[in-house]
């Protein structure tokens, strides 16, 4: 594959990394402005590490648009003096929703490289400042606006159109998709830090208001505030920290076309088949071997998507599936056990550090209700775009 | 070269929710045209209804937008 580094170059030369420290806000309609959101993260990840804010060496944190939402450009340096850090390397990464996915995978690779021993990789968005039609404004400059932006399209409008070539392609239902907002709802209602902690019925997600056919209000994620953040040192320091860090087994991320009409498919992700071969093949696994797994559902279509490019589901059986119940908290592959970006929330720059805080949680036990029973090795899958960019990592108990 | 730009419907949906600028166009058709040259294109459907599958004709290019209609 172009573009692809060797898995055993990397194997050989690169350090195995741990995250050794988790710190989530509430994801939500918050009060706190972007910067107390973020530090707000960052604290609790540095606490939860038993770290100093003055030993960070590195600050990668991904956020999507804050120019646009808060009028706020240069983050890094503005969040990360806030937060302690000093004048250390302090860098805002933007890749659309998969802006902190890509900011994990950085601050991976400089810690991995041998550069950097002790780095925190984060993510925020604060999107309730604005009204809906300005937010779904800013969201579709993330796709091509030169072209399908121009014509009208939102990203619910690109997502509904992966949707019905998916039913036209694979006779993937209305209910199929419903039952994976059900889903997400359910978990979600049983985690305190969900933006929507409410339980709905397959009755109310197929009779939601229409947002772009076939998706209603119920196939769509939520528009969110939050921060998220990790602090990740190479596993050799770890155990100086905490008995209770999570090794990272594998993080990959790759690249695709922005505009939906020059993808030669649109029924799969190249970009995620990528991340996820490229990461199995890294980590030595493969899709029987995870226990857990965030998925990136931006919209209902786009957790039945990724669950076939990653292998969990065969190729046009995602939606039966999901309406299988083989994604429940207690189904074969627990799939978003936190609530997904559906109930949980989607602050898109914070949702990649998010769902690797999520599995971190998941993987220590502490996650309350919502606890799955195996929780030995997870996955997360961060989509920025209509799979633009895709950040894929497997994470496993120390 | 209008019959040069015509083609089949690849995919479609009707927005309801748009942004500011196209809020008075709500509800619209957006779809991707498979035109016969096999390129691709994201394009508004006016008129009737057109379902995947379906040969469109182009209309029309308005604002850089290309409109098609059920053939």
């Known amino acids: 594959m172009q573009g692809v580094p060797t898995i055993d170059a990397i194997l050989k030369y690169m350090r195995p990394v741990a995250v050794i420290g988790i710190g989530k806000t ?35 944190l991904g956020n ?12 890094a340096p503005y ?83 992966i949707a019905r070539r998916h039913m036209y392609e694979f006779g993937t239902t209305r209910r199929q998709l419903a039952s994976v907002a059900v889903k997400n709802h359910a978990n979600g209602a049983k985690n305190p830090l969900a933006h929507m902690r409410k339980i709905i019925t397959l009755e109310q997600a197929l009779a939601g208001k229409p947002v772009a056919e076939p998706l209603t209000v119920y196939d769509c994620s939520l528009i969110s505030d939050g921060a998220a953040a990790v602090v990740i040192v190479p596993v050799e320091h770890a155990a100086r920290h905490t008995s209770r860090f999570a090794r990272v087994r594998a993080v990959a991320q790759t690249a695709d076309h922005v505009a939906l009409d020059e993808k030669p498919g649109i029924t799969a992700f190249p970009a995620v088949r990528s991340a996820g071969e490229q990461a199995y093949s890294m980590a030595g696994l ?12 931006c919209f209902t279509i786009a957790e039945i998507v990724a669950s076939e490019d990653l292998g969990f589901a ?85 | 070269m209008a019959d040069l730009l015509d083609g089949v419907v690849y995919t479609e949906t009707i927005v309801h929710s748009a942004t500011p600028q196209f809020a008075a166009d709500a509800p619209y ?28 004709v182009f209309v029309e290019e308005r604002d850089g937008v290309a409109y098609y209609c059920k053939r």
Not at chain 1, 286 to 297: F, M, N, R, V
Not at chain 1, 324 to 329: D, E
């Open chain 2, 29 to 56: 058709q957006l779809a991707i045209i498979e035109v016969d040259s096999g390129r691709r294109l994201t394009a508004r459907i006016s008129g009737e209804r057109a379902d995947i599958g379906d040969r469109v």
């Open chain 1, 26 to 60: 509430a994801f939500g309609v918050l009060p706190g402005d972007l910067r107390s959101l973020a530090v707000e993260a960052i604290t609790g990840a540095l606490s939860d590490a038993r770290v100093n804010a003055s030993a960070v060496q590195a600050f990668y």
């Open chain 1, 64 to 75: 999507f648009a804050g120019p646009s939402f808060v009028g706020q450009n240069h983050l």
């Open chain 1, 314 to 398: 065969n190729k046009g059986d995602g939606g039966p599936f999901a309406e299988a119940g083989c994604s429940t908290l207690d189904g074969r592959l627990p799939i978003n056990a936190s609530g997904g970006l559906k109930s949980k929330g989607h602050p898109v720059g914070a949702t990649g550090v998010g769902q690797i805080c999520d599995v971190v949680m998941q993987l220590r036990g502490d996650a309350g209700e919502r606890q799955v029973t195996r929780h030995r090795i997870g996955l997360t899958e961060n989509l920025g775009g209509s799979g633009a960019t895709c950040v894929v990592t497997i994470l496993e108990a120390a």
């Open chain 1, 79 to 161: 969040i990360g003096m806030a937060a302690g850090f000093g004048a250390i390397p302090s860098t805002r990464i933007e890749d659309a929703c998969a802006s902190s996915g890509s900011a994990f995978f950085h601050a991976w690779q400089s810690v991995a490289a041998g550069i950097y021993d002790v780095v925190v990789a984060a993510g925020v968005e604060k999107m309730t400042s604005q009204g809906t039609p300005r937010v779904t404004e800013i969201l579709a400059a993330a796709g091509d606006m030169a072209g399908e932006g121009r014509a009208g399209a939102t990203f619910p409008a690109l997502f509904a159109m």
């Open chain 1, 286 to 297: 493969g899709p029987h071997d995870i226990e857990l797994a965030e998925l990136h559902d």
